[in-house]
């Protein structure tokens, strides 16, 4: 089972696989190994697919473009254990593909779990990081201060606390040919945005051994094995694309976040859910092609 860069249809896309930092990660590339490197980064519950309308856009604007099955998903390693998945070793994967590439930095672009990696790359190790994208996930000082000052925000975040529970996740998101977690995309999604073919890719991807308890162990080692960065100011030019319809996350997360940037542009999506990227491509390729030219 699993999806590969043939799911995309795409002929300058391929697989390959790289390894660092004590995982092996399975990688859609594509375009020229000489260009400017972009690292795009996938969250919960979706793989490289997820930046589908991204790739090649960018690879025709003249960038190399790597988008990382990150840790636990798809094709990549399923390291067992909640050690393996506090955040800095999911960033350090990300430091490790890079200089599996030949470069000492790289532009990186997060959505979701992706972001919360992005975001402590650029925190923990920002000698890696040239310009960040932030899609749909705040800056990590500012979701733990919302978190305590917000009942909203903790009502929204429901599903981060039924996660910790052992086994039950696990069955009730796969039953029904994993009906809960197609159920996940929908619902935190326009109507439409994705279609059968799109989540029978998905389908493939969660049916790997071992992904399903892997997805959620992010979420239980950010609870139960919390892995502060050492800092808090983020110095990489910064885009912040948001969603303003997302259900997970309270719209003031966009300002608080902002705060804690150098340099930062912020762009709002008022009918956009979570899914920004993929609801609104064009605009959001606009908005990356900007920001990652400076």
Partial sequence: MGIDADALEMESA???????????????????????????????PDCFYGWRHQIEPLVDAGYRVLVPDQRG???????????????????????????????????VVGHDWGAMVAWDLALRRPEYVDRLGILNVPHPTAFRETLRSSPRQVLRSWYVFAFQLPRIPEWWLARDEFAGLARALEETARIDTFDDADLDRYRESWAE??????????????????????RERVTAPTLIAWGEKDPALVPELVEKSARYCDDVRVERFPTRSHWVHVEAPEAVNELLLEHLDG
Wanted: no cysteine.
């Fill in 14 to 44: 391929e697989s390959i696989r790289r390894s660092g930092n004590g995982v092996d990660l399975h990688v859609v590339a594509a375009g020229d190994a000489d260009d400017p490197l972009v690292v795009l980064l996938h969250g919960f």
């Fill in 73 to 107: 998903y798809n094709l990549s390693d399923k390291p067992a254990g909640l050690d393996a998945y506090q955040v800095s070793r999911l960033s350090a994967d990300i430091a490790a593909l890079i200089d599996s590439e030949g470069e000492s930095s790289a532009h």
């Fill in 209 to 230: 051994p071992g992904a399903l308890t892997a997805m959620l162990d992010w979420y239980r080692a950010m609870a139960r094995r919390p892995d502060e960065p050492p």
